[in-house]
């Protein structure tokens, strides 16, 4: 709430204060974060209640495993899942009594954890006493005690400026935060530790007296209203598939966090549950932990360039010195938006470490500052649009810039590429190559002029001939059957992918009926959310909206699902869902499809696209590079096919 030289003025003014009234020092003062004692030796001292380490899971399947073995404990009772990031730092247990911060212990060995009041009383984050009502019975009479339990870590963005400040000064840099903080919280001199910028996050319960909440969400509520800093973006949900599902779209938002997560911790809400289910030696029953496999390497930005979206929207991407990561080589990462690169501070010419989480899309975590050889100029964002010179708007209240003409090239390219893609209409011939010719040529700027190519036309743009011609013009002819759960994910519809253009066709069965729905109707549909329903309700009822689904209509494009017989053609359960039953796993690089397009084909032909190798798992596709996931597949005898052997499984119209 204030900066960190009114904070150290307001410090040095209270401690004159004290130096003046030295009957007035309390132990919750600001003033005895940081103490003068050498500790020759950590006191060892018993936990209230055991920290007992959690199960850790690295798939899907045994998350489904957990959730079977809690069905099994709780046949009868709906079970609400709290999911929250797994920080990497270093676990603490903090006791307060009467409201006042008295001790803080490691882990050790779940039984006996070492005391490290001295150190932890020097993190800003830590409140010397508890604030507000929160805990009444607490702050009362008596000795009333409350145990809070959570992670000590170091922000990515701290972390680069202390190794800068090490590397100015002559002095060895750190490897990772995570060493770096375990060693912090274990120095006998805690002005050593106070010159680290450590941090704590909340995220558990230990020992409490007087305890109101009884439930997760409800205790962390508590606590942030007694000044107490818990864990972000912590979610609750009514169901585990809605927990796991949220797990499987986490690993993409890495980048939006400052502070090192390895994992999610999955847990059960009520606390009358998790006393049913109790522990064993090791864990307890009543909370799992999912965790990614993390893979980085350190390599050098060389340029900033700049993507302009289907949607408007300006993604920095970095080009990067070519580094080999987890099996492939990765040259380019996004930078997601202007305000990722001026948090991270990230520079043409820097030195940048680079993660892939679970082996997928990679990412920039942090700049090796103190590897920055001279003063390097800040990125600046431009202020037009690099394709059109329109000028950029920034979303209100978000991060994106977005450039607003609808007719800009670049856009029309993306809208018209991504329409044709596998994922969304499947236009078979219609590459990059050629949606940049249709463009430039003015044949086609909205979805409808697909539809009104003819040969001639097509025949004219470089390197295609009269037969090709002919077969792209066919090509098109034939993604007018695509359905509409296709068609919803083609139009571009800001928010809506794959998996809610599913679940809006299935709603909905035909075009028509979505258009007459209004904002709260769409909402309730699971996973859409309001702000989705928002953006879809608006696309229909815009001017754009309804002109394009006429123009669509006009040119015979079928808008209903499955069970309009009369409209879909090209996905017939009888003859097309060759994997009816079958659960597929892809791996490794493909040559004819990125990984969406592969899932889509699997789903459309009645598969069932898994992220990991299980017994139940059917066979996995396996392009080069293949690793972790081929080898299980090895391990368990699951069937191994190359990419050409999959693709003779498919109908013909299908590849």
């Known amino acids: 709430m204030i900066t960190d030289l009114e904070y150290d003025r307001l410090l040095n003014r209270l401690a004159e ?58 046949p009868d009772e709906a079970v609400e899942w709290v999911v929250e990031p797994k920080v990497d730092g270093v676990a603490a247990s903090l006791i307060y009594r009467n409201g006042v911060f008295e001790q803080a212990l490691t882990r050790g060995n779940g039984v006996q954890g070492d005391d490290i009041t001295h150190n932890v009383r020097t993190i800003r984050d ?66 050593l530790c106070a010159e680290r910028p450590l941090r704590f996050f909340a995220h558990s319960v230990g020992m409490v007296d007087g305890l109101h909440a009884d439930n997760e969400m409800a205790f962390l509520t508590e606590l942030q209203q007694a000044g107490v800093v818990v864990v972000p973006n912590v979610r609750k949900f009514e169901t585990f ?127 090796e500052r103190h590897k920055r050889a001279a003063e390097l100029p800040e990125f600046r964002f431009p202020t037009e649009c690099p394709e059109c010179d329109e000028t950029l708007s920034k979303d209100e209240g978000g991060v994106y810039i977005r450039c607003t003409n609808f007719d800009c090239p670049a856009q029309v390219r993306e809208r018209i590429r ?7 209409m499947n236009i078979d011939g219609m590459g990059d190559k050629i949606v940049e010719q249709l463009v430039a040529a003015k044949l086609v700027a909205t979805f409808g002029d697909l539809y009104r190519l003819n040969i001639d036309q097509v025949a004219k743009l470089e390197r295609m001939g009269k037969r090709s011609a002919e077969k792209l013009v066919t090509a098109v002819a034939e993604s007018k059957n ?9 139009l571009s519809i800001r928010h809506v992918g794959t998996d809610a253009a599913d679940r809006l066709a299935k709603h909905f069965e035909t075009i028509d009926a979505l258009i007459q729905a209004d904002v709260d109707e769409i909402a309730q549909i699971n996973m859409i959310g309001p702000i989705m329903a928002e953006s879809i309700y608006e696309y229909f009822q815009s001017e754009l909206g309804k002109v394009t689904i006429a123009d669509l209509k006009t040119e015979g494009v079928s808008m209903g699902t499955k069970k309009d017989n009369s409209q879909f053609l090209d996905n017939d359960a009888t003859s097309q869902q060759v994997f009816a039953g079958k659960t597929i796993v892809v791996t490794g690089k493909l040559v004819r499809f990125k990984r969406d397009e592969i899932e889509r084909k699997i789903k459309d032909h009645g598969g069932h696209a898994a992220g990991s190798v299980s017994k139940k798992t059917t066979f996995v596709v396996a ?18 096919l190359p990419e050409d052997e999959f693709l003779a499984m498919l109908p013909d119209d299908a590849e």
């Open 17 to 74: 204060l004290e130096r003046k009234h030295p009957e007035l020092v309390t132990p919750d003062s600001p003033t005895q974060r940081i103490g003068d004692k050498l500790l020759g030796d950590f006191t060892t001292v018993s936990h209230r209640v055991p920290m007992l380490s959690i199960e850790n899971t690295y798939s899907i399947d045994e998350l489904r495993k957990f959730e079977k073995r809690i069905k099994e404990k709780l």
């Open 418 to 424: 991504f329409f044709a893609s596998r994922g969304a």
């Open 623 to 640: 392009g080069e590079d293949a690793g972790s996931k081929l080898q299980k597949a090895n391990e368990l005898g699951i069937p191994v």
């Open 241 to 367: 598939d809605a927990a796991v599902a949220f797990c499987e779209e986490f690993v993409e938002n890495l980048y939006e966090f400052d502070f090192e997560i390895d994992g999610l911790v999955l847990k059960i809400n009520r606390f009358s549950q998790r006393e049913q289910l109790g522990s064993t030696s090791k864990s307890p029953r009543w909370v799992v932990a999912y965790k990614f496999e993390k893979y980085e390497a350190v390599t050098r930005l060389n340029e900033i360039t700049l993507q302009v979206g289907k949607t408007g929207t300006i993604t920095p991407v970095a080009e990067l010195e070519p580094v080999t990561i987890a099996g492939t080589v990765v040259s380019r990462a996004s930078l997601h938006n202007a305000e990722e690169i001026e948090r991270k501070d990230i520079r043409v010419g820097d030195y940048v470490v680079v993660e892939k989480a679970g082996k997928i899309i990679p990412h920039v975590v942090r700049v």
């Open 482 to 490: 695509r359905g509409l759960p296709r068609l919803l994910n083609a």
């Open 126 to 191: 830590v409140p010397l006493r508890l604030a507000g009502e929160a805990f009444p019975e607490t702050l009362g009479a008596g000795s009333a005690m409350i145990e809070v339990r959570g992670e000590v870590y170091m922000t990515n963005t701290d972390f680069a400026k202390l190794n800068e400040q090490q590397a100015k000064n002559g002095l060895q840099t750190y490897a990772n935060t995570r060493n770096l903080v375990a060693g912090s919280i274990k120095q006998l001199d805690p002005k």
